[in-house]
């Protein structure tokens, strides 16, 4: 199927708002809103595996359009994750069932050198990521943008040293502190896969990107600094190089760093970083995370994920919260972290719509002053 002429885009509103245009409602989407949460996605993982449905473009696709469906979404997000990359580079992982991502970790620094296939064809090897992006664009219709996404190299490269979630990162950060040099051929390796991975996604039909840091709050600002800001900063400015030299549309790209107040003020460096919008967790107030964006970038966020065990009417309140104090320009709003498989299809429904309900009427309110 081809890449290009696909059907015209409907609900630009996410586009829109990452730019900074003013939109009349504020555009939403949920991190993982294609999960485990949903009874049809747990359906299809009684048939596949996890690995299955990301490597057959046909039920990513079908995965990704779940949520789409159900709900009044203005934005999809092709289903993958961000371990891809460590497989295409050579390490193997496994989904386990109640554990999560399983990786054959990296055991010393040595093995940097002797197990990361540094010059592996990751074009090649994530092919199939590609034709899910190119299928489901297609299929999407023009409803509502897709986006494509990757881990940051330092998120990555700590899954790729701990082997699996820790509570600690101390195995990582014990490299960080023992082994600098091999942890930056590490991180450089793995930013030059994000940057191929990234570009060729949006060849593929992409039309906006994300950055998962979901690690960085292990790492303090001086750590931050180091191992993390320059490998993202590479990332924004590389693929926005790359797109230009291949004469394709530079699209929004967001930078998810979780945790990691204290670098919010380097990260809305719009200009520097190459980032449109900076995604928050929920431990950040609107007031202080707006003052240090200081109207450079898009912010995104914030609702506590556990603030969708709320009945629907607190929900509802603690949406028009959130929407009051980010205000409806620059704004896109999410949660805070991606969603929980024992929460409702309904929550997802009562926040999506409390987000357009909540924000038309403050942005009538202000067109009628
Ligand atoms: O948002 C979406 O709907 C798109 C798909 C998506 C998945 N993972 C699907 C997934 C995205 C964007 C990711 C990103 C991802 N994957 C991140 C960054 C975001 C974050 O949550 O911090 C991370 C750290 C991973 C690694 C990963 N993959 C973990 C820690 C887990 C286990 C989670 C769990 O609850 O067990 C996964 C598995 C995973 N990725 C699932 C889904 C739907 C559940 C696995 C299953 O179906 O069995």
């Known amino acids: 199927m081809a890449s290009t002429d696909f059907p015209k885009l409907t609900n630009d509103l996410i586009l829109q708002a990452a730019l900074g245009e003013k939109t009349s409602h504020v555009p939403v989407w949920v991190m993982r809103q294609a999960g485990r949460y949903l ?21 990513a696709c079908e995965a990704t359009l779940m949520p789409i469906r159900r709900f009044d979404l203005d934005a999809a997000i092709i289903f993958s994750d961000i371990l891809v990359i460590p497989q295409a580079l050579g390490i193997d992982v496994k989904m386990v069932e109640s ?14 050198k002797s197990r990361v296939k540094a010059d592996s064809d990751i074009d090649q090897e994530l092919d199939y990521v590609y034709k ?23 998120t990555l490269m700590a899954y790729m040293v701990e082997g699996q979630g820790s509570k600690t990162l101390s195995k990582v950060k014990k490299w960080l502190y023992q082994n600098p040099v091999e942890s930056h051929q590490l991180l450089d390796i793995l930013t030059g896969a994000v940057i191929t991975f990234l570009t ?13 840091d ?23 400015n590389g693929v926005r190089e790359n797109l230009r030299k ?5 699209v929004p790209m967001t930078v998810f760093a979780k ?3 204290y670098a919010l003020e380097k990260l809305s460096d719009r200009q520097h970083t190459g980032y449109d919008v900076v995604s928050l967790d929920w431990t950040i107030e609107a007031e202080v995370a707006r003052a240090k964006a200081a109207g450079r970038v898009t912010l995104q966020g914030n609702l506590d994920p556990c603030a969708l065990y709320s009945n629907q009417d607190d929900l509802d309140y603690l949406v028009e919260q959130m929407v009051t104090q980010f205000g409806t320009h620059r704004f ?7 969603i929980y498989p024992d929460m409702t299809p309904e929550s997802v429904n009562t926040f999506v719509n409390a987000v357009h309900k909540h924000s038309r009427r403050l942005n009538g309110h202000k067109n009628s002053v």
């Open 214 to 236: 979901s690690n960085a709050g292990f790492l303090g600002p001086t750590q931050f600094d180091e191992f993390s800001l320059p490998y993202l900063i590479k990332i924004g």
């Open 259 to 261: 945790d990691a107040h």
């Open 132 to 154: 899910a992006i190119t299928l489901t664009r297609h299929s999407l219709q023009g409803k509502v943008p897709l986006i494509g996404f990757a881990g940051a190299p330092f």
């Open 39 to 59: 009874p049809e996605f747990r359906n299809l993982r009684q048939h596949h595996s996890f690995f299955d449905i990301c490597r057959t473009p046909e039920l």
């Open 200 to 212: 060729s996604q949006v060849r593929a039909g992409a039309q906006m990107l994300q950055v998962f």
């Open 332 to 338: 896109i709003a999410n949660l805070g972290h991606g």
């Open 246 to 250: 291949e004469g394709l549309s530079e």
């Open 99 to 112: 554990v999560g991502p399983v990786l054959e970790a990296l055991k010393s620094p040595a093995e940097v």
